[in-house]
């Protein structure tokens, strides 16, 4: 495992291009419903910055996951792919106006998200 200031260092950089990604994708995020976990008992707490604001910590007795051995990350895939299909035929059927500027920010705000989740 890496070292705490490289690991903070990592999750912070990470936490800037989730912005950016936001930013980029023309997406709303909400802040308050994002909170650091901290895993380890000997793990220091360190302070992660979302945009301007800090992050809340949460212990992991706040955390509830269900991890399942019979996870098929290409059948997710496959279902993330069904699903941003289908709202690029949802935008077809409404939208009468293929003009980029029109159908990009579309694309960009419904179906990316959708194909990302799995990336």
Same mark, same amino acid.
């Given at each position: 495992?890496?070292?705490? !200031?490289?690991?903070?260092? =990592?999750?912070?950089?990470?936490?800037?291009r989730l912005?950016?990604c #936001?930013?980029?994708n023309?997406?709303?995020?909400?802040?308050?419903?994002?909170? #650091?976990?901290?895993l380890?008992?000997?793990?220091?707490?360190?302070?992660h910055?979302l945009?301007?604001?800090?992050?809340?910590s949460?212990?992991a007795?706040? #955390?509830? +996951?269900? +991890?399942?051995?019979? +996870?098929?990350?290409s059948?997710e895939s496959?279902?993330?792919?069904?699903k941003?299909?289908?709202i690029?035929?949802?935008?077809?059927? =409404?939208?009468?106006?293929?003009?980029?500027?029109l159908?990009? !920010?579309?694309?960009?705000?419904? #179906?990316r998200?959708?194909?990302?989740?799995?990336v």
């Amino acid at each position: 495992m890496a070292d705490a !200031p490289e690991s903070c260092a =990592t999750i912070q950089r990470d936490l800037k291009r989730l912005e950016k990604c #936001v930013d980029r994708n023309l997406m709303k995020f909400s802040k308050g419903k994002c909170k #650091v976990l901290h895993l380890e008992k000997n793990n220091p707490i360190q302070q992660h910055r979302l945009a301007p604001d800090r992050l809340e910590s949460s212990s992991a007795e706040d #955390v509830r +996951v269900l +991890v399942d051995n019979r +996870v098929n990350m290409s059948q997710e895939s496959a279902l993330a792919e069904k699903k941003g299909n289908s709202i690029l035929g949802c935008i077809r059927r =409404t939208i009468a106006s293929r003009l980029q500027e029109l159908i990009l !920010p579309l694309y960009s705000a419904l #179906v990316r998200p959708q194909l990302e989740c799995c990336v």
